[in-house]
């Protein structure tokens, strides 16, 4: 599926190529909440890097989070590359070296509508902020830190994967 997005203040635009753009996993950990807002958490789907295609690249601006010895990982730079829009601010994608054939656009920068996913899977609810209520009821997961299902498998359970 063809993913289109941009930043609110349109000076970056973007494409890429997903095969599992149900946006499903909303993430409570600090460096989400405090970066992508909305509800305390950031939701991100995942895109094939190779396809990634950029309208207005000088206006991106990347930042790499400092860990905190409470955080996944432990102290030190995250090695995942958050981009934003530095006229407006607005989250685009994250890429991380790691999984370096995939980027994983924040769903709020999103302009072609995405599946509506038939459960939401909550994770890193260790780091969620006090004044945030996590839905319950059965098509609410729950993960106190990541699960060790991946985006792919969530998907393919699913019937949501999607073939070139």
């Not at 958050?82 to 920068?109: K, M, Q, V």
């Not at 839905?135 to 019937?159: L, M, T």
């Amino acid at each position: 599926m063809l993913l289109e997005g941009s930043c609110r203040c349109g000076a970056v635009g973007f494409s890429v190529e997903s095969r599992t753009p149900c946006p499903y996993m909303r993430c409570y950990c600090a460096i989400c909440r405090k970066t992508a807002g909305g509800g305390g958490y950031a939701i991100n789907i995942m895109g094939e890097a190779a396809t990634l295609k950029v309208r207005g690249e000088p206006n991106i601006t990347v930042w790499q989070a400092p860990l905190a010895e409470t955080e996944e990982g432990g102290a030190g730079l995250s090695p995942a590359q958050r981009h934003f829009c530095r006229t407006c601010g607005s989250a685009l994608w994250l890429h991380d070296p790691r999984w370096s054939e995939n980027i994983y656009p924040f769903a709020s920068a999103i302009n072609t509508p995405l599946p509506k996913p038939p459960e939401r899977v909550h994770i890193m609810l260790d780091f969620a902020a006090s004044w945030v209520t996590v839905p319950r009821g059965k098509k609410e997961v729950r993960f106190a830190r990541y699960p060790e299902e991946s985006i792919f498998d969530w998907h393919q359970r699913h019937g949501l994967y999607q073939d070139s």
